[in-house]
Each structure stands twice: as C-alpha cells, then as structure tokens.
C-alpha cells in the first residue's frame, strides 16, 4: 500500500506544477520543450494512470467478491485488504482526474497560441492550411477529451459503491454483515467491467491521437 504522505505529495506537485500554467509554459519553453511535447508527455501519463487504476480496482473488487464468499477465516484480516484496496483505487482516480486537467490545460493553450499565430501569417494559402490543420486536430483532440471524462465519470459510482462496502464493513465486522453485502456483488462487478471497458476505449483513443500528434511533427 502506498504511503498516504507520498500520496498526498505527489498530488501537491502536480498541483503546483500546473498550478500558474502561463509561467510553466514558459519555462518549458525556454527549456526547449514546447506546449506539443508537454500535450504527448501529459497524455501519455494520463493512458500509464488508467491503466494503473484499472489494476487498483480490480485488486478492490478481487478483495470486494473474496469477502461476498467468505466461509470463515480471519475476517478482519479481509477486511483490511479490502479497505487497503479501496483506498488505492481512491489514490489513482484522483490521480488520473489531476492527469487529464494537466491535458487539458496544456491542450486549450497550445490551440490557443496556434490560434493567434494564424494571424501572423502573410501567405493566405499556408494559413487556411494551418487552420484547417487545428480545426482537426482540436476535433480529434475533443474526442480524446470525451473519452478520458467518461472514464472520470464512471469511476464515481464504483468508488461510492466500495467506499459504502467498507464503511458497513467497519460498523459491522461479522458474517452476517458480510452476507449482506453480496446482494450488491453483481451489480458492482458490473459496474467495473464497465469501467475497465470504458478505460480501454479511453486508452486506445489516446494511441490514436498521440499518433496522429507525432505524424504531424515528422
């Protein structure tokens, strides 16, 4: 399980990072990386944190269902697998909704500055080129947007539904609680499967935008 301070930490960072974009921006800029590389790079971390909390929640539901079938043994050491496992699954949605706001902001001020600088052009033919170039590029990019909200959107109601599992669980350690809980079984495996479905579509829309980013760089 990793450290709740650590955790803390790292979302502090990204916090800060992406905190005064404006500023950042420029820094990276002045470092030689400009806004197309940090939109890769960002994306890239978004499709690694995904796939990170597919594995989280999963690891929950595993604890969640070892619980539903519990035929003895030690319950509270279940039990704390299962809280463990909430609480990670809790740690990398946040981190992935801090991810995709780190797109998004480094996407809105790349279209932004691709914006203005078609004014700068002199030749009416390269321009309309361009144009047409971000118009795309900003209609594919808002797909990918789409497709990494819905994964946000989805992981709601499975951590809600955890979170509720755990918190009975905790008022209520017995057999009997636990034989409670596995009417609601199927309905949250569901609802992972779902997730899980939701994430890979997700990922496989970034694949496709990064390619198609990176093409237009060559």
Known sequence: MTSPLIRIAGLLLLTLCFGC????????ETLGIPKRELLSDNIT?????????????????EAFLSLTGYQGGDLEAMYERMSDAYEDSESKATEVRQRIRA??????????EWEDELN???NSSLRRQSETKLKQTRRRYDELLRSM????????????AFKD??????????????????????NIEANVA????????????ADRFLGELNAKEQ
């Open 103 to 112: 797109v998004d902001n480094v996407a809105q001020a790349l279209f932004d």
């Open 21 to 28: 974009n404006s500023a950042y921006y420029t820094a990276m």
């Open 45 to 61: 971390k978004v499709r690694t944190a995904q796939t990170e909390a597919g594995q989280e929640f999963q690891s929950a539901l």
């Open 194 to 205: 779902d997730l899980i479905k939701d994430m890979n579509a997700s990922i496989a829309e």
């Open 120 to 122: 700068e052009y002199e």
């Open 149 to 160: 909200e819905r994964v946000e959107n989805a992981m709601v109601p499975v951590l809600a």
């Open 165 to 186: 599992q755990v918190l009975f669980l905790k008022h209520n350690l017995n057999a009997r609680a636990v034989s409670a809980l596995s009417t609601e079984a199927s």
